[in-house]
Nanobody, 114 residues
């Protein structure tokens, strides 16, 4: 059974940082591209970043470029999202997803206060 468990969300002031983690199990993690999405209240879910299976390539939404960094540890079967210089508009539920599949985590809430 595929499981994706996010953690690391919380309440932070604007300008602060958070590091999200997504622990994966039930599939061969090292062979899949992994991604982070987010969904703000009343808005559609949007892609934040993805990272290829060996970590050799990453891609970011324009809104987070230069502030967020996606990384992975294949030995730990975990993908991370380091979020710096957070803004109130980053407030959302953040989800990890196995790229190209329908496997999602349960989400972790990130709230950035102004």
């Amino acid at each position: 059974e595929v499981q994706l468990v996010e953690s690391g969300g919380g309440l932070v002031q604007a300008g602060g940082s958070l590091r999200l983690s997504c622990a994966a199990s039930g599939f061969t993690f090292s062979t899949y591209t992994m991604s982070w999405y987010r969904q703000a209240p009343g808005k559609a879910r949007e892609l934040v970043a993805f990272i290829t299976n060996a970590g050799g390539s990453t891609n970011y939404a324009d809104s987070v470029k230069g502030r967020f960094t996606i990384s992975r540890d294949n030995a730990k079967k975990t993908v991370y999202l380091q979020m710096n210089t957070l803004k109130p508009e980053d407030t959302a539920v953040y989800y990890c997803k196995v790229w190209g599949t329908h496997y999602w985590g349960q989400g972790t809430q990130v709230t950035v206060s102004s």
